[in-house]
């Protein structure tokens, strides 16, 4: 049996978590649920980021202490399996101690010669967790958080990234490490190829406040965010213990991929190789990297203040309209900007319309005309059936490419044209008057177009989907998306 390890990016839990965070989750909900349909053995994994300066910074603004902030909000994430019907298999939170004693291990894995102490002067912006160089500031700020970044000087434990530009500017350019857009690829070889700068990998208990993992040996220091927080991905499969899914999911055969936002690129396909190279450990197999929900153009952010609840917009919106408005109307590798009036445009057209439309024509004419025991999907036309089987091979090599987006195009192409627009050019309405045979046909391929477009959005729409089922099984024509 296949194996699939599918992750997605963890996120600080200074505050609730928005809806940007959320098309994240939902991406990589569909992918791990369309492998799971196509028979492989898959293992989902998210968790929290709690080790963050930031989330230190939260506390103190809401005078409590760190560990009543990361748990109050650590909660809410994981919360968002329900809300939002993700079928993740595990959430590990970064103070864990499975996570505590993996991240310790992986810094006493690395080469030894791939770690070093020196003292630095750098320019570090605490909402990226990261330090920037001039060139790479706009007007003197941080370009995602805008920002200007602090001045810290001080002596901590470093990574020489540098050792290894040539090895990771191979791996990517011949996609054994492969980077999902190919314009991300070539975003990220182009930064190797600038040249890799050896990078801090821990911070003092000063500057941390006391928060993180202690560094292995040395108390007064607490290991880099991202090396802590990187280091999840073999931690939810238990690394520091060897354990059987680990072996398995990480160390096997299998694929692997690293869902993330294109914000975080760097971390994830440059530091984290780098990390498991020096630790002699397995490299994932592909990086999926989405842009940005965006209101009004901009991006969204905790820090900026500019955010959407996802709890309630599933509450007033339902939840497989979210999960649809988020896989529809933002391309997948791309920005995309939400909006309620935009949100309702696209509920009524696409699920009212469209795909609501047509399941309650077929089911209602088949009962209207009482042909319950006469149609079936099984008698599809030869011909009916290999148009509409085209255009679902399509779709499921678009999925196959990680394309979502232009897989739910693909499939609501097919409820307009091989669905309601086949409807209104066969007209069985005039057929149950004239031609009773060629009705049951008619009937019969809406039926296996139905039944197939219920299989085929079952990844994307989980509930909708087994809708679907239930209603074909049972005859009953209820709504399955009211007009907003």
Known sequence: MKRFYITTAI????????????????????????????????????????????????????????????????????????????SWDDFIRTTEERHIKGAQKLWQSCKKEDIYKKKYKGLYCVGCEAFLTEKELIDGLCPEHKKKPEIIEEENYFFRLSSYQKE????????????????????????????????????????????GISVPGDDSQKIYVWFDALSNYI?????????????????????????????????HAVYWPAMLLSAGLNLPKEIFVHGYLTIDGKKISKSLGSVIDPFETVKKCGVDPVRYFLLREIPTFEDGDFSIKRFEERYNADLANDLGNLISRVLAMIGKYGLQKVVSKDKVDFEYKRHFDDGKEVSIDSLNKLELFESLVLIWRLIGITGNKYIDNSKPWELAKTDK????????????CISEIADLIAPFLPETSER??????TGKTDILFPRI
């Open 168 to 211: 990771l500017e191979k791996l990517i350019s011949s996609d054994k490490l492969k980077i999902t857009p190919e314009t991300r690829k070539n975003e990220v070889l182009s930064f190797i190829k600038s040249g890799l700068e050896d990078f801090s990998i821990s911070r003092s208990n000063e500057r941390a406040k006391n928060w």
């Open 11 to 86: 996120p600080y839990v200074n505050a609730s978590p928005h809806l940007g965070f959320v098309l994240e989750l939902v991406q990589a909900d569909v992918i791990a649920r369309y492998h799971r349909i196509l028979g492989e053995k898959v293992h989902f994994v998210t968790g929290s980021d709690e080790n963050s300066l930031k989330n230190v910074q939260s506390a103190e603004e809401e005078k409590i202490p760190v560990k009543k902030l990361v748990d109050k909000n650590a909660q809410k994430f994981i919360d968002l399996k329900d809300a939002l019907n993700l």
């Open 468 to 473: 679907i089922k239930e209603q074909i099984k």
């Open 235 to 267: 931690n939810a499969l238990d690394y520091a213990k060897n354990g059987k899914l680990f072996k398995e999911f990480w160390q096997g055969s299998g694929n692997i991929l690293h869902v993330i936002g294109k914000g975080i690129i760097r971390f």
């Open 437 to 448: 045979k060629k009705l049951e046909q008619v009937l019969s391929n809406l039926l296996y």
